[in-house]
């Protein structure tokens, strides 16, 4: 409530101060979201190395024994 009367002081109509706030929440939520991403793209960059490396080692160990 507070930035709203401040912005209503300074002369801004108050469905600016709420259409401004709701665009920098806005771009926080796509923010997170592409950090969010990131992170599971990484996660899965590392399972699918994994899956990669097992066939490997237990063909290996198969053709050993």
Known sequence: MR???VLIKQGAPPHD???C???KESS???CRQKAVQTVYSAQ???FLFLLDE???ALS???GRG
């Open 3 to 5: 930035l709203e009367i």
């Open 17 to 19: 101060a709420s259409s």
């Open 21 to 23: 706030l709701q665009e």
């Open 28 to 30: 926080a939520v796509l």
């Open 44 to 46: 899965a960059a590392d």
């Open 54 to 56: 097992k066939p490997a």
């Open 60 to 62: 290996g160990g198969k």
